[in-house]
Every structure is written in C-alpha cells, then in structure tokens.
T-cell receptor, first 112, second 114 residues
C-alpha cells in the first residue's frame, strides 16, 4: 500500500538560508511525486512535481530531487523568504492513476 | 484554482443532522476528489470519482456519501453516522488518467458541530 512519511515535521530557517524537506515512500511502483504548499487557512497549491524518469527538477528557487533506489524525494528551497512560510505536503502516485497518497505535512517557518 | 469552487465556506451541523458540501468545477476535469484535513493528519481521501456516474471509496469513507451526476459537480454528504465530522474539507479535481496526476484544490469548507 501507499505510505508517505515527511521529515522533519517542523523546520525553522533564517531568511535567506536554504530549507530542505525529505519524503520517503514505500510503493516502488510509484512514479509521480508532487509537492503542494498550503498557507494558513488556504487551499493547497502545486508548486513542483517530478516523474520517475528524471532525478531532479528546478523552478527558480525551488527544486525537487528523487532517489528511486532509496525511495525518497526532497524539496529544496533556496534564498528563503517570509512568504515561503507554510505547510508543505508531499505525495506519491502513479502517473495516469487518479489517486495520490499525501504525507502529513511539514511546517516551514522563515524567520526574518 | 479559480475553476474549482466550494460552498459554503463555513457549515454548522447539529447532532443527528445530515449536511451536504458543494463542489463545482469548470475545468472540464474528469476526476474529482474529497479530502478531509485535520491538524497534524495531512490530507485523507474520503471518496473520488474518475468519471460521471462512478465513484470509489477512499481511505475514510465511513459516514460519508457522494454522487456524481454531472461532470462539473461532486457533492459530499456528511451523514449522522460520522461521529467526528469537525474538520476542513477540501475538494479537488484533475484531468484524469490520460493526462497525469496533478490535482487542483478548491478553497475548502470548514465544518463545525454545534
């Protein structure tokens, strides 16, 4: 079955530093790994995703890396800003399958 | 995101009462989902529908029911059998199996028990 774990549960960083959040998954058949950002009281929004045929993907200050052998993937945020403060959810799924299994979320706090 | 709407924003339920949460999308998406969010629990799947007139149970379907009579609409009913309904409910939609797994969320409905 699908089981996604996120670490650490809470992460505090100084503004300008980098933040890294790691997710581990159990289903070796999974091949789609999105990251969602949820600000307080708002809806989750997709910020980046990766498919298993690549090892890394970047979008400005955000990057995701995937290690299929170890079954983990990580979100990297560089030059953090106060607006990066939010809860970040990772998920796993099969590309082309409708279901996603979400982790419990990481609270990221950027200290000005 | 603006293509998915949920109503109401806040909903109060009395003991023994059934309540229905609305979810509408104009994105022409085939698949729709309902999640429940509790503090520290992440997003848990209640029900999902891959196509009109079809739906499947998620991980926590007990005490809930859905219908999918129209492509645009996927209402969720919280029945009196759901003993702990207080939560933030999120609806989502995606294009379907042909196009990948990206899900787009509505703004959510917060359900409170009186």
């Amino acid at each position: 079955g699908e089981n996604v774990e996120q670490h650490p549960s809470t992460l505090s960083v100084q503004e300008g530093d980098s933040a890294v959040i790691k997710c581990t998954y159990s289903d070796s058949a999974s091949n789609y790994f999105p990251w969602y950002k949820q600000e307080l009281g708002k809806r989750p929004q997709l910020i980046i995703d990766i498919r298993s045929n690549v090892g890394e993907k970047k979008d400005q200050r955000i990057a995701v890396t995937l290690n299929k052998t170890a079954k983990h993937f990580s979100l990297h945020i560089t030059e953090t800003q106060p607006e990066d403060s939010a809860v970040y959810f990772c998920a796993e799924g099969l590309y082309g399958n409708n279901r996603l299994a979400f982790g419990k979320g990481n609270q990221v706090v950027v200290i000005p | 995101d603006g293509g998915i709407t949920q109503s109401p924003k806040y909903l109060f339920r009395k003991e023994g009462q059934n309540v229905t949460l609305s979810c509408e999308q104009n994105l022409n998406h085939d698949a729709m989902y309902w999640y429940r969010q509790d503090p520290g629990q992440g997003l848990r799947l209640i029900y999902y529908s891959q196509i009109v007139n079809d739906f499947q149970k998620g991980d926590i379907a007990e005490g809930y029911s859905v219908s999918r009579e129209k492509k645009e609409s996927f209402p969720l009913t919280v029945t009196s059998a759901q003993k702990n309904p207080t939560a933030f409910y999120l609806c989502a939609s995606s294009m379907g199996t042909a196009a990948g797994g990206t899900q787009y969320f509505g703004p959510g409905t917060r359900l409170l028990v009186l």
